[in-house]
């Protein structure tokens, strides 16, 4: 259920939805949305269900239409857009996610313990991710912008699943061998699981990872480097991640780190980027590592 009396401050909405302040700004004057109210500061405030119509539009961009055409649409008229937008004959959800979805909405970890077990067995760690992973966090994403799952709903699932992929990725770590890849995330990134989702996969290929986590700082990152000694580094910027920095950080990473180490970037936000700097290599999914090139 939507909260109505929840509101959110312009960068939190900026955040949430990778869509920039001066772009909500830009379409306030120009389309009439968003919306907002103003606080006792006379700072923009947004409601909770302005910000999930935006995180709609979001998904939306990302497939390609454009802003003109989507701003001013109905909620009405953004269902039958994105119905349009779906394969004619789109596969029904997978029941295995089906199950776990059902199974966060009663808060049964133990119950998710045993899907995510069935399935890993079932699937390894490669099929896990790409076949059943990355299809639920769509899910649950979808569920919370229409209001069907709770934000501590979704965090619950992300717990079990970076709980459960840590213990797995620990296990296939021992026998892991070169290349050495070193993963994190620069800080304002907070979103951390595509990065074990990564760190995953590279131990399905019997590559060695070092995840250092979300929010590390520049400085560390080139320290961690020093001791280490990576083949690669790699790091992950979610859709929220303020578009206009990625490039930027990514030139400051690639400075500081010696020329014979590799720099990958991946993520919501690096799909949308159209160049990067040089030296960089982009990973627009989970299947298209530049394992090769590496060590």
């Given amino acids: 259920m939507i909260d109505g009396k929840s509101f959110f401050s312009i960068g939190v909405v900026e955040r949430d939805t990778g869509i920039g ?16 109210r103003r606080n006792e500061k006379g700072e923009r405030i947004y409601s909770e269900l302005q910000l999930r119509r935006l995180q709609r539009i979001r998904r939306l961009l990302d497939q390609g239409v454009r802003p003109g055409k989507l701003v001013p649409l109905s909620d009405h008229a953004l269902d039958k857009l994105e119905a349009s937008l779906q394969p004619e004959e789109a596969a029904e959800l997978d029941q295995s996610v ?18 995510f077990r069935m399935q890993y067995q079932k699937r390894g760690m490669r099929g896990f991710i790409l076949e059943l ?6 899910k649950v994403g979808e569920l919370w912008v229409t ?19 840590n213990i797995e990725i620990g296990k296939t770590q021992q026998t ?6 070193m993963l994190a995330t620069l800080p304002g990134e907070e979103h951390t699981l595509g990065l074990l989702m990564v760190a995953g996969m ?22 961690a480097v020093r001791q280490f000694h990576p083949d690669a580094v790699g790091v992950t910027f979610s859709g929220a991640y ?26 919501e936000g690096v799909r949308r980027l159209r160049k990067l700097p040089r030296g960089v290599t982009k990973f627009t999914s989970l299947e298209n590592f530049p394992l090769s090139d590496a060590g």
Avoid at 176 to 181: F, N, S, Y
């Fill in 133 to 138: 992973a990355v299809p639920l966090l769509n």
């Fill in 98 to 115: 089906a199950s776990i979805v059902e199974a966060v909405g009663s808060a049964d970890a133990g119950r998710i313990e045993t899907l």
């Fill in 202 to 223: 590279l131990s399905s290929n019997g590559v060695t990872a070092i995840n250092l986590g979300g929010e590390v700082p520049m400085d560390q990152i080139g320290g």
């Fill in 242 to 267: 303020q578009y206009k920095n990625i490039r930027p950080h990514l030139l400051e990473l690639r400075e500081l780190i010696p020329a014979h180490v590799e720099v990958w970037a991946g993520g």
């Fill in 147 to 165: 209001g069907e799952l709770q934000v501590y709903q979704e965090h619950f699932v992300s717990q079990q699943l970076s709980r459960f992929l």
């Fill in 21 to 36: 302040r001066d772009t909500l700004r830009i379409w306030e004057r120009r389309y009439g949305f968003p919306e907002p």
């Fill in 176 to 181: 892991a061998e070169k290349p050495l890849v």
